[in-house]
């Protein structure tokens, strides 16, 4: 089965990006771990990374016309994008919301709202990478 795990603005960064929120491992070696994860769960993945709104939106477009589970880490539009909302309203299996971090409790209060949410069968946060992990296995299972 295919899913596809999505990653908005500045994740090309991780490793270098505020290392003591986010850690030190890149933005590849979190490819990889998806990978290998998604394999061990018989799920293959497609892993993709866009720092541009439109192009998140046409992946979100094409998971719903393929009727493909997505986790979706949608960094800073999370928390503003109604275009990223209503792409994920449309979508017809499984989304799963992950963040490395836990946006409720960093002290940015733009940080404490979520447009995904509403259309999340799950939100995973805090975890890390192994966030990552978590999302894939409850996609696995659903
Ligand atoms: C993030 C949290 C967001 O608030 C932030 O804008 C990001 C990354 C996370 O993975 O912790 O870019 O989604």
Known sequence: RDVM???????NRLGVRQPEIYGTATLADLARFCREWGDALGLT??????????????????????????????????H??????????????????????????????????????????SVIAGRGFDGYRLALEHLAGA
Not at 81 to 101: F, G, K, N, T
Not at 107 to 118: A, I, M
């Open 45 to 78: 993945v497609r892993f993709e990374q866009t720092n541009h709104e439109g192009v998140m939106v046409d992946l979100l477009n094409e998971a719903a016309d393929g009727a493909l589970p997505v986790v979706l880490n949608a960094a800073a539009w999370t």
């Open 5 to 11: 795990v999505l990653n908005g603005p500045n994740l």
């Open 80 to 121: 503003y994008s109604y275009a990223i909302a209503d792409a994920c309203a449309q979508l017809v299996a499984p989304l799963v919301e992950v963040h490395l971090s836990d946006p409720s409790s960093r002290p940015e209060v733009w940080r404490h709202t979520s447009v995904v949410t509403p259309y999340a069968s």
